[in-house]
């Protein structure tokens, strides 16, 4: 049986407002695609062609995206009305993942792993990386190359392993029973259905989980991860630039969009441009500027413009004598 993608994207993306007042937090750009877009397109390479997304705030946007963009994709949504937790996300999409294979993936973080001995493997597997403060995370704890614990965000942790947010499940019908079992027994950590709990439940009862090594795991939740996976993809994958962009001088790399218009700039490294924003008379660096945005006579640097919003400002002249010191907020 062929597998299935199940995508949370419901979150409301508190940490990267007021960006996300407007705009679903999967459907911000970063390294010159949505965040989700950075998902989707890995899903035919893992051989994946049908995916449910569980959808809350604003999830209009992500349904209308996904469907104009990936019609080769077989897309069916869920809408989360309450934020009960991943776990309850998950339970969601029962009616259209019990009996498959699922590869679960939270939709606001990007990944680099191998998936080779992931994706149709007969064991559970879930992804986990290293962390330095593992407290903020679920973690796991292994014996004998096996998840024998999963904790949601330990007060003391006895693993630095935490979930990175994959999660390979051969056969879904345990997972969803744990899930249901949650639910209607009102079993909450934190106030909410986790999935941890009901990973645990499985193993409990004699489920074996293996864990596999994530190479490199962006959470986009806030602005500095989000600015800091921009540098890092956009290295990696060193976007080519439109050849039509004149009067600007590009430092790669960038990801511009070829609707995007730039003139007489200085734009780069580190810099995303998205799908019919403008830039003029401006020095852009290790930034995001996103879909139909205006930026103006502007020096900027570590920041994210939102969509349809309007930077302006003014460049100085300045006479400055010697052993002065000016400081321009």
């Known amino acids: 049986m062929r597998p299935k993608a199940v995508i949370p994207v419901a979150g409301v993306g508190t940490r990267l407002r007021p960006h996300t007042h407007t705009v679903p937090k999967a459907l911000i750009t970063v390294a010159g695609k949505p965040i989700l877009a950075h998902i989707l397109d890995e899903l035919p390479r893992l051989g994946i062609e049908e995916v449910v997304l569980v959808v809350g705030h604003m999830g209009d946007q992500i349904t209308k995206y996904v469907t104009e963009r990936y019609p080769h994709l077989k897309a069916e949504f869920v809408e989360q009305a309450d934020r009960l937790g991943l776990g309850h996300a998950v339970y969601l999409t029962e009616p259209y993942g019990r009996g498959r294979p699922l590869l679960i993936i939270l939709g606001d973080t990007i990944f680099q792993a191998d998936f080779t001995e992931v994706?149709?493997?007969?064991?559970d597997r879930i992804g986990v990386k290293e962390v330095e403060d593992p407290r903020r995370f679920g973690v796991v704890d292994?014996?004998?190359?096996?998840?024998?614990?999963?904790t949601e965000k330990p007060d003391k942790p006895t693993s630095n392993l935490a979930i990175v947010g994959l999660y390979w499940l051969s056969d879904s019908t345990p997972l969803y029973d744990a899930l249901s079992k949650l639910v209607k027994e009102d079993r909450r950590t934190k106030g909410e259905y986790q999935l941890t709990d009901a990973l645990q439940m499985m193993i409990d009862g004699g489920r074996r989980i293996r864990p596999f090594r994530v190479e490199a795991w962006f959470d986009c939740g806030k602005r500095e991860t989000l600015l800091a996976t921009n540098r890092h993809l956009l290295e990696l994958k060193r976007p080519e630039v439109p050849s039509r962009i004149e009067g600007a001088q590009i430092i790669e790399p960038v990801a511009i969009d070829p609707t995007a218009e730039v003139v007489g700039s200085i734009i780069g490294p580190?810099?995303?441009?998205?799908?019919?924003?403008?830039?003029?008379?401006s020095i852009v660096r290790n930034s995001i500027i996103n879909e139909a945005a205006l930026v103006e006579d502007m020096l900027l640097?570590?920041?994210?413009?939102?969509?349809?919003a309007v930077v302006?400002?003014?460049?100085?002249?300045?006479?400055v004598g010697d052993s002065s010191e000016i400081q321009l907020a």
Do not use: M, N, P
């Not at 994706?119 to 064991?123: A, P």
């Not at 580190?270 to 008379?281: C, G, L, M, P, Q």
């Open 312 to 319: 302006r400002g003014a460049f100085r002249k300045l006479s």
């Open 119 to 123: 994706i149709g493997s007969l064991e």
């Open 270 to 281: 580190y810099v995303t441009i998205a799908a019919r924003a403008v830039v003029r008379s």
């Open 142 to 150: 292994v014996k004998d190359g096996y998840v024998v614990r999963v």
């Open 301 to 308: 640097d570590a920041s994210v413009v939102g969509d349809h």
